[in-house]
């Protein structure tokens, strides 16, 4: 073989092997990077997820519990309930007025107008019957019924049995309580236990909260009340219209309500899906929980019960266009409601992290084949050149090989004259083709980095579209209560709308890092501070305490907050939560 051809053939086989070595290096160290970084940025958007549908569970349990809390609270239930009951002593009390006027006309005398109002007022009812109106009389020691709807029995008698101590909390004889309050306010509130009464008779006796005045032509006090199971299902219901219209993610975002049923539980409320509620969840479609085909309504109770709450990943129909697609994952999070025995939850469909995912690969995949055309275009331009460059070496090397044979031929017949062969030339030519080669090299290298960077830019920017920040204000700033958390500090780390506006921002970010002495009511921030210190020492929620505080603007609010401690993942309390409904403002000379 020609020394040329085999010049050739080394330097190509150089250039194909370094070539090869090059591509398979370049898309190997793309493919693994991109690999761990698409594994990393499954498990931030799994993070993401996870955390961002724990907080908005963590919302929809503060309402739920919010209105369970108010539904005991008595302050709150007149608050609520006041205005219904006075209307109905206003209409029991004209009644009373319109006989006072026939006796004072003569037409009638008192004891007959009294009986015949007694009468008017025995028939009358309200609250599909459970509501009604009573009337006792301001006797000492003890009052005595004049008129009773549902317990006639008790007509006449002096109410001094001992089942008739239990009011105000504190065993009070409840005609005695009804009295007093009547005499020194002219009306007002008294709580009590008394029967309910239901179409089979009457339950045992209920809490129950009721509403007095004094009519004092004739010393009859007037009587009419709510029962607290009653207003515990205004709040269940309240609950549950609250949360069917709560949503998040542009209204597609939603939370269910489903029971702890065994040996399955039934659909308590489902906004989308409002045929299901009242139904045992127990169809063989619901098995689709956990990977192994678990009922997943099954599985929200037992983490519910187990752990307070947790997350349950199973395959839902998509909502798309209007239509259900087939199954795909979700990840869900629940939370137990104790009290009610509820369980809250709401989920997010994850196929579009896998989606994302294999859109990102395939993008990967376009790249390397990109980088390979252009290393093989480049090696091709670099093989032809290198042919070249090897035939003119090889030339340069041949020349003097043959000059000095023939100088030697020539001294071996005597006709040889004393010649120097020629410098070998073809250095350069060589040296022109490492540099090439190199500079091939850089180019690979250079490719690399740059398609390294461009993917890192392009996570970040993705990652970016998914911050649910505006989301979860959006949220925040819907629900019907005001919301703030702060550090350990009580220094303020974030509110909605309308506790902003309390403190008189415009915007719930000019609160950030501020605490109480820094807002109108200022006055009571060291108060204010004990008591979120209290929770945080204590890592546990504290009922609704009243407070008294200056608002923005100079006017005093009353309000009861409710605060719940926010914890680290080792559940050492690291903050609080705190939130309370619209504010009662109180005007100068009141006492709250």
Request: proline fraction near 5%; charge should be neutral; hydrophobic fraction near 40%.
């Amino acid at each position: 073989m020609k020394i040329r051809t085999q010049i050739s053939l080394v330097s190509t086989g150089i250039l194909v092997v370094a070539v090869i070595v090059a591509v398979s290096f370049a898309v190997d160290s793309i493919r693994r990077q991109t690999l761990l970084e698409m594994a990393q940025y499954r498990e931030e958007e799994f993070a993401k997820a996870r955390t961002k549908l724990k907080n908005l569970v963590d919302i929809a349990y503060t309402t739920m519990d919010t209105n369970y809390r108010n539904a005991r609270d008595k302050a709150f239930l007149e608050q609520y309930y006041g205005s219904r009951l006075r209307s109905i002593i206003d209409v029991s009390e004209s009644v009373l007025i319109k006989f006072q006027k026939k006796v004072e006309s003569g037409e009638l005398t008192v004891a007959e107008a009294q009986r015949q109002a007694a009468e008017i007022l025995r028939v009358m009812r309200f609250d599909n019957g459970t509501g009604y109106t009573g009337v006792i009389d301001t006797g000492r020691p003890i009052p005595s019924m004049i008129m009773h709807p549902v317990l006639p029995q008790l007509e006449g008698l002096v109410i001094d049995a001992p089942e008739y101590y239990c009011a105000l909390g504190r065993g009070e004889n409840l005609a005695v309580a009804i009295r007093d309050v009547a005499e020194a306010k002219g009306e007002g509130f008294v709580d009590y236990e008394w029967p309910k009464p239901i179409a089979q008779g009457v339950t045992e006796r209920l809490p129950k909260l009721s509403f007095v005045r004094l009519f004092k032509p004739w010393g009859w006090v007037l009587v009419t009340g709510v029962y607290v199971d009653d207003a515990l299902r205004d709040a269940v219901e309240k609950t549950r219209s609250d949360l069917r219209k709560m949503r998040y993610d542009g209204g597609t975002g939603y939370f269910w309500i489903n029971d702890t049923g065994k040996p399955y539980p039934t659909m308590i409320m489902h906004p989308t899906m409002p045929e299901l509620e009242g139904r045992v969840l127990d169809a063989s479609e619901y098995n689709c929980a956990l990977g192994q085909d678990k009922n997943l309504f099954v599985a929200f109770r037992e983490v519910s019960e187990a752990e307070g709450g947790g997350y349950v990943d199973y395959l839902w129909p998509k909502p798309v266009g209007g239509k259900l697609t087939a199954p795909v994952p979700k990840l869900s999070y629940v939370r137990i409601f104790e009290p009610l025995g509820w369980i809250i939850g709401t989920g997010v469909y994850t196929d579009g992290i896998d989606t994302a995912i294999q859109v990102r690969i395939a993008r990967m995949q376009e790249q390397i084949n990109h980088l390979i055309f252009r290393i093989v275009f480049f090696s091709i331009i670099v093989l032809l050149g290198s042919l070249l460059v090897s035939f003119v070496s090889a030339n340069s090397i041949i020349a003097p090989l043959r000059r000095l044979t023939g100088a030697m031929r020539r001294m071996r017949t005597d006709e040889f004259s004393i010649q120097r062969p020629e410098k070998p030339s073809g250095a350069d030519e060589v040296r022109e083709l490492g540099e090439m080669f190199n500079e091939v090299v850089q180019k690979i290298e250079t490719d690399t980095f740059a398609l390294q960077t461009q993917i890192r830019e392009r996570k970040r920017m993705e990652q970016a579209l998914h911050e649910t920040r505006e989301m979860l204000r959006l949220v925040l700033d819907s629900i019907p209560i005001r919301v703030f958390w702060k550090g350990s500090q009580s220094v303020y780390l974030g509110c909605n709308l309308a506790f902003a506006r309390d403190a008189g921002f415009a915007d719930p970010e000019e609160i950030l890092s501020k605490s109480d002495h820094d807002l109108p009511w200022q006055a009571q921030a060291d108060s204010i501070r004990a008591a979120d210190t209290r929770v945080m020492t204590a890592n546990k929620p504290e009922d609704g305490v009243t407070e008294a505080r200056v608002c923005a603007g100079g006017r005093i609010m009353q309000v009861t907050v409710h605060r719940v401690p926010l914890r680290d993942p080792d559940g050492r309390a690291i903050g609080v939560l705190g939130t309370y409904t619209a504010p009662t403002f109180i005007e100068p000379g009141e006492t709250g």
